[in-house]
C-alpha cells in the first residue's frame, strides 16, 4: 500500500491528523470486507434464486405437462374400448346373420357401454336395417339410405369414423362414431357417444388446490370440464390463449409445419394465460388421439408461485444474515490488520528519516509480516549499499571504459584490415592504367581480383558480427541427417587440404539432428578453413560421437595447438594465434568470433580441447533426433556454377537508382551475353522494354522516392501480366526492413555480390 509521504516524517504530522488518517484507512478496511464478502452472498443468493425459479417452474410444467397427457391417454383409451366394443358388431355378414339376433347383439352393446345412447346398423349398401335407442323407440327395417352420408362413406373407406362434436338440445355434446367391418356385406355400425361420460375422467384430475382440467374439441368448444353446468351450456372456449395457442399447434402439426409429437410426448411448454374467468392461471395441454381433442390443465399462478416466494423470502433473509456476519468479520479483520499496519507505517518513518539501524518488529505469522521482513532487509542493504556504493561505481566505471577500448580496438583493427587490401588495390589500379605488357597487366588483374575477393571475405565476416551482435540473425530450426552437411564440408575442403599436402578425412554419420542447416554448416566451414589454414603437416578429421541424446560434432587437425592462456581468447575479434615460421597475418581472425555467436544464437555449445604442437579439437554439441524423412528443400536456389554461354541472349531487367552500381551491373551482364535494359525505376522499364517481356528482373532493394524493389518488382509484372522471376540485391543487415516490406517472400543476395554467386543465381532462376 501506499502511504503519505508526510506520514514517512516524524514530528512533522499532528497527532491527531495521523489517527484521523488511521481511522480512515481502518474504514476502507471495513467496507473493503464488507463488499468482497457481501458480493459473494449478494451472487450465491442471486444464482441460487434464479436456480429455484427455473427448477420450480420446471417442475410445474413437467407436471402440469404430465397430468395433460394421462388425462388425454385415459380419453383416447375411453374411445378406444368404444371402439373395441363397438367392432364386435361388424364381425358378421347380413346374410348368415338374422334381423333378431342383431338386435339381440345391439341391445347387449348398449348394457356394455353407457355412453353409446343410440346405435343404428347398416348393411353394405348403406341402408339402416336397424336402430337401437335408449330414448325413443326402436326401428327395424327402416331402410333409409344413409350411403352418401360421411358416416357411411368414411368408414367403409377407413374402416373407422370419428364425426364432429355435435350438441343435442344445444347442451348435451355428442359424437358419432361409425365402424366398417372387414368385409362389405358386413355393413357399417353407426353409434352416437354422449361424451358427458368422459366427466369421470377429467373430475378425477386433481392440480393443487384451486387448479382443473378440461378438454375442447378442434374448434375450442367445451366438451369435458370438472363442473358439468360449463358443458351443458355450450360454452366457447376458443377465444382463450392458451386454447388459441394449442389449436395452432395442432392446425401446424396437421399441416405438416411441425414435427408432431407421438401420443404422449412434449409439445408446447405450460404459459401464463387467462382462464375463463379472467383469472392468470399457468397452463399446459396435450392432444387426445385419434380425436385430436385437446386436454388442458391449469394452475393458479398464485397458487403455483406460492412456493417460489417462499422459497426467495428464505434466500433473502439467509442473505441478510450473511451480510450482518460479513460486517462483523470485516470490523474484526480490519482492527486486526491495524496494529502491524501502524508498526509498517512507524518503521517506514524512521528507515525514511535515516535510521537505517531501525528494525520493525511484526509477528502476525502472514504477508505483513513478509512485507516487514523486506523491510528490514532493505534497511540492512541499504547500510551495505552505502558502503560498497563508491567501490560500485568506480567498478561500472572500469568496466565501461574497457567495453569502449574494447570497440574502439575492434573499430581500428577493422579500419586496418579494410585499408590494406584498399592500399593494394589503389596501387593495383594505377599500375594497371599505366602498364602496356599485356602478361603484366594479366597478373595486375590477378591481383585486383585478389585484393577484392580480400575486401569482400572482411566486409562479409564484418557483416556477420555486425548482424550477429545486433540480433538481427534469426535461426530456422529444422530436422535433418547430418551426412548431407559433412558431405558438402568434405567437397568444398578436399582440394584445398590436398593442394597444402594435407589428408581430409570427413567419417560421415547416419544420425539426424534438430538444428539450422545453414547456419551450422557455416560453423563447421570456418572451423575448417582454420583448421586447413593453421596445419601444415598432418591432416584434418571432421567426424561425430553421439553422446546421450546429443551429438557431438568434432573437427580436430595436427596443427600448431593453442597454449591454455590463449584459448580463452581465440574467439575475441581479429586476434589470431601465431603461426610458427610464418611472418605476418593468416587470416582475418574473425572466424572464430563468428563462430561463438553463432552456437550462442542455435543454443548448441562450444568446446575446445588443445595441445601446443600436437595440434586441436574443436566440438559442437547439437540435439540428436530420430531419423525421418528428409526435409524439403529450401527456398533459396543452390549457388551453383553455371555454364558459360548459358545467359546468352537472355533480356534482364535491372533497376537500381545508383548510376554506378547500375552501370557496373549491367556491364557485368554484357560480358556475358546477356540483353541488359537499365532503368531507375519500374515506369523507366516499362518504357524502354517497349512492349517485350523480359526473361528476369534483378533489382535494388532500396529505390529513391521511398519505393522498394519489392514494389517495383510486383509493378513490372501487373504491368506485363506475366511471373516474370525476380530477385533482390540487399545491404540491409538486419533483414528486419526486408520482412516488414514483403521482401521475405523473394530471392535476395546480400551487398557486396561476389560476380560468381550473382551468375549462379540468375542462372538457376532461370533455369527454373
Known amino acids: 500500500m501506499t502511504l503519505p509521504l508526510k506520514w514517512l516524517v516524524p514530528g512533522r504530522t499532528p497527532l491527531r491528523e495521523r489517527l484521523a488518517v488511521r481511522r480512515t484507512l481502518f474504514w476502507k478496511y471495513v467496507v ?15 444464482v441460487d434464486i434464479w436456480l429455484t425459479y427455473r427448477d420450480h417452474r420446471a417442475t410445474l410444467v413437467r407436471i402440469q405437462r404430465e397430468q395433460a397427457i394421462a388425462a388425454a391417454a385415459r380419453i383416447t383409451q375411453f374411445i378406444r374400448e368404444i371402439e373395441a366394443q363397438l367392432g364386435w358388431t361388424t364381425h358378421l355378414s347380413w346374410a348368415t346373420t338374422t334381423l333378431e339376433q342383431r338386435a339381440l347383439d345391439g341391445r347387449r352393446l348398449l348394457r356394455q357401454v353407457p355412453a353409446i345412447a343410440e346405435l343404428a346398423l347398416l348393411d353394405g349398401e348403406g341402408r339402416e336395417r336397424l336402430r337401437i335407442s335408449r330414448q325413443a323407440m326402436d326401428e327395424i327395417g327402416s331402410n333409409a339410405d344413409f350411403s352418401n352420408d360421411d358416416k357411411f362413406k368414411e368408414a367403409v373407406a377407413n374402416k373407422v369414423y370419428y364425426g364432429p362434436v355435435y350438441f343435442r338440445r344445444g347442451s348435451e355434446p355428442f359424437m358419432t362414431l361409425a365402424m366398417a367391418g372387414a ?51 355450450y360454452t366457447d372456449f376458443s377465444q382463450l390463449a392458451q386454447v388459441k395457442a394449442a ?32 383469472k392468470p392461471v399457468l397452463a399446459a395441454h396435450a392432444t387426445a388421439a385419434p380425436l385430436n381433442w385437446l386436454v388442458l390443465v391449469e394452475l393458479p399462478e398464485q397458487e403455483a408461485n406460492a412456493p417460489l416466494r417462499t422459497a426467495i423470502l428464505r434466500i433473502v433473509v439467509l442473505l441478510l444474515a450473511g451480510l ?44 505483513l509480516e513478509a512485507l516487514g521482513d523486506q523491510l528490514n532487509d532493505m534497511a540492512g542493504k541499504l547500510q551495505t549499499s552505502y558502503a560498497t556504493l563508491e567501490g560500485k561505481v568506480e567498478e561500472r566505471t572500469r568496466q565501461l571504459q574497457e567495453a569502449n577500448l574494447s570497440k574502439s580496438r575492434f573499430l581500428a583493427a577493422a579500419s586496418h584490415d579494410l585499408r590494406q587490401p584498399l592500399h593494394a588495390l589503389n596501387l593495383f589500379a594505377a599500375q594497371l592504367r599505366y602498364e602496356k605488357d599485356q602478361a603484366e597487366r594479366d597478373r595486375l588483374a590477378l591481383r585486383v581480383d585478389t585484393a577484392v575477393a580480400n575486401m569482400n571475405d572482411l566486409f562479409n565476416a564484418l557483416l556477420d558480427i555486425s548482424r550477429l551482435d545486433a540480433g538481427a540473425m534469426t535461426s530456422s530450426v529444422a530436422a535433418f541427417p547430418m551426412s548431407r552437411v559433412l558431405s558438402r564440408i568434405a567437397a568444398t575442403f578436399t582440394q584445398a587440404a590436398h593442394d597444402k599436402g594435407l589428408g581430409l578425412r570427413t567419417v560421415l554419420s547416419s544420425a539426424w539432428v534438430r538444428s539450422d542447416p545453414i547456419l551450422l554448416e557455416q560453423i563447421l566451414l570456418n572451423l ?34 593453442i597454449a591454455p ?12 594465434v601465431a603461426a610458427p615460421g610464418r611472418s605476418g597475418k593468416v587470416g582475418l581472425g574473425l ?91 519500374e515506369r523507366e522499364a516499362l518504357a524502354r522494354l517497349d512492349g517485350k517481356a523480359p526473361d528476369l528482373i534483378v533489382s535494388d532493394f532500396h529505390l529513391e522516392g521511398g519505393r522498394t524493389g519489392v514494389d517495383a518488382i510486383a509493378a513490372l509484372r501487373g504491368a506485363l501480366g506475366r511471373q516474370v522471376p525476380a530477385f533482390l540485391i540487399s545491404g540491409d543487415i538486419t533483414q528486419q526492413r526486408l520482412r516488414e516490406t514483403g521482401a521475405g517472400t523473394h530471392y535476395f543476395l546480400l551487398k557486396p555480390v561476389n560476380p560468381m554467386a550473382l551468375r549462379a543465381m540468375i542462372s538457376s532462376l532461370l533455369k527454373g
Open 32 to 46: 473493503l470486507f464488507t463488499l468482497a464478502t457481501s458480493a459473494a452472498f449478494i451472487l450465491d443468493g442471486l
Open 183 to 233: 368385409r362389405r356385406d358386413a355393413g357399417v355400425s353407426v353409434a352416437e357417444v354422449n361424451l358427458t361420460h368422459i366427466w369421470d375422467v377429467i373430475n378425477q384430475i386433481r392440480v393443487g388446490r384451486g387448479g382443473r382440467a378440461y378438454v375442447v374439441d378442434a374448434q375450442g368448444r367445451l366438451i369435458a370440464h370438472p363442473v358439468i353446468s360449463q358443458v351443458l351450456r
Open 247 to 278: 389449436r395452432a399447434q395442432a392446425e401446424a402439426q396437421a399441416k405438416g409445419q411441425a414435427q408432431a409429437p407421438a401420443q404422449g410426448g412434449d409439445g408446447e411448454e405450460a404459459r401464463i394465460a387467462h382462464d375463463a374467468k379472467g
Open 324 to 367: 450482518v456476519l460479513a460486517l462483523l468479520a470485516a470490523l474484526l479483520l480490519a482492527r486486526l490488520m491495524m496494529a502491524p499496519v501502524r508498526a509498517l507505517a512507524d518503521g517506514a518513518a524512521r528507515i525514511g528519516a535515516g535510521q537505517l539501524d531501525h528494525r520493525i518488529r511484526i509477528t502476525s505469522g502472514d504477508e
Open 528 to 561: 575448417v578453413s582454420n583448421a586447413v589454414r593453421y596445419t601444415s603437416s598432418g591432416g584434418i578429421v571432421v567426424g561425430c560421437r553421439r553422446v546421450g541424446d546429443r551429438l557431438r560434432i568434432d573437427v580436430c587437425d595436427t596443427g600448431i595447438g
Open 565 to 576: 592462456e590463449q584459448q580463452s581468447r581465440i574467439f575475441g575479434e581479429f586476434y589470431q
Open 591 to 681: 572466424g572464430l568470433a563468428i563462430v561463438e555467436r553463432l552456437g550462442a544464437v542455435l543454443d548448441h555449445p562450444i568446446d575446445l580441447a588443445s595441445t601446443p604442437g600436437r595440434g586441436s579439437r574443436f566440438s559442437i554439441i547439437v540435439p540428436r533426433v530420430p531419423a525421418g524423412t528428409a526435409p524439403t528443400a529450401t527456398a533459396t536456389p543452390a549457388l551453383a556454377g553455371a555454364a558459360p554461354g548459358d545467359l546468352a541472349g537472355r533480356r534482364i531487367v535491372v533497376i537500381d537508382d545508383d548510376a554506378l552500381a547500375l552501370e557496373g551491373t549491367a556491364g557485368l551482364l554484357r560480358s556475358w551475353g546477356c540483353l541488359v535494359v537499365t532503368a531507375r525505376s
